[in-house]
């Protein structure tokens, strides 16, 4: 029992530690990439760094340099490719709180992008980091097997109207509705998922990886998006406000389907655990250099917030 208890503080201590190294070189990396905040206009490069520096925890950009690793690339190549994902998700939490949207105060712990600068910068904002997330994705150095043009669409289909955005679309249409578990679920494998998937399989393809080995970063991703999603909801839930960053219990008052109010509590965390073993199969050809990956499977279902 002492030996099991060791280990899994050792594991943790592992995750964190790999968690925080990477995020500081991703938010290095961020702040290359965007406009100095004295750029003109200043107000729209201030709102747009006010988002994505807000404390986010980096998880796409993340998963996309663990699996260039697991792949044998360099982090290097990968990193324009991370940092693009993580200003398309970025941007759409900012388009997410708006008032037409979800209508969310907080997020991250701060006032919303459009509570500090007005709804119409909060747009333009959101918009400005999609544009230049694939601005910043084309200073990819493509591979033998994945030229820039199979990036940049492999980027535009996860943020386009048949996946992300179409959960966006679906998320709103159901407030309010009866909805079946079938539906709740394509409505976040457009929502997060997708998106996940997709920093994962540029990982791999960052690093001019396998079909072989793409498929199971596919897949992997596919898993983990929705357990993330299930995690998301229960947290709704159980957790406070002040430890979530934003409102606690809003999916509910707001009408929204969810896993919890379509499952209950205890089906939805069992569900999150299935959905993780299967991700768990699905790197298992990578072995020991899908250690990482792993890893951070483990940590997002036991997060707390």
């Given at each position: 029992m002492e030996t099991a208890k060791k280990n899994k503080t050792k594991a943790k201590c592992a995750v964190d530690s790999y968690l925080e190294g990477r995020t500081n070189i991703i938010n290095s990396a961020l702040n290359r990439y965007l406009p100095p905040v004295n750029t003109k206009p200043t107000i729209i490069h201030k709102a747009m760094r006010y988002s994505l520096f807000s404390g986010g925890k980096r998880l796409r950009p993340v998963l996309c340099l663990a699996a260039a690793e697991a792949c044998g690339g360099s982090i290097n190549?990968?990193?324009?490719?991370?940092?693009?994902?993580?200003?398309?998700?970025?941007?759409?939490?900012?388009?997410?709180?708006?008032?037409?949207?979800?209508?969310?105060?907080?997020?991250?712990?701060?006032?919303?992008?459009?509570?500090?600068?007005?709804?119409?910068?909060?747009?333009?904002?959101?918009?400005?980091?999609?544009?230049?997330?694939?601005?910043?994705?084309?200073?990819?150095?493509?591979?033998?097997?994945?030229?820039?043009?199979?990036?940049?669409?492999?980027?535009?289909?996860?943020?386009?109207?048949?996946?992300?955005?179409?959960?966006?679309?679906?998320?709103?249409?159901?407030?309010?509705?009866?909805?079946?578990?079938?539906?709740?679920?394509?409505?976040?494998?457009?929502?997060?998922?997708?998106?996940?998937?997709?920093?994962?399989?540029?990982?791999g393809m960052s690093a001019n990886c396998t079909p072989k080995q793409l498929k199971s970063l596919t897949s992997f991703g596919y898993y983990i998006g929705l357990a993330f999603q299930v995690i998301d909801d229960i947290l709704d839930v159980t957790q406070t406000t002040e430890v979530l960053g934003k409102t606690a219990g809003k999916d509910e008052k707001s009408g929204k389907a969810t896993y919890p109010s379509i499952l209950g509590l205890e089906k939805s965390y069992k569900i999150a655990e299935r959905l993780t073993t299967s991700a768990f199969e699905s790197i298992e050809p990578f072995k020991n250099k899908g250690h990482f990956l792993r890893l951070l499977a483990k940590y997002l279902l036991k997060r707390s917030k």
């Open positions: 190549n990968a990193m324009p490719l991370a940092c693009a994902v993580e200003c398309i998700h970025t941007y759409s939490l900012i388009h997410d709180d708006l008032p037409a949207m979800d209508n969310d105060d907080f997020r991250r712990g701060r006032p919303t992008n459009h509570k500090v600068f007005g709804e119409g910068i909060a747009i333009l904002a959101g918009d400005a980091l999609l544009t230049i997330a694939f601005e910043i994705a084309s200073k990819y150095k493509p591979t033998s097997r994945y030229p820039t043009a199979m990036i940049i669409k492999e980027i535009a289909s996860a943020a386009g109207s048949k996946k992300l955005i179409a959960g966006q679309v679906c998320d709103i249409q159901a407030e309010g509705k009866k909805v079946s578990a079938s539906h709740l679920q394509y409505i976040h494998e457009c929502k997060t998922a997708a998106l996940l998937q997709c920093a994962l399989r540029l990982g």
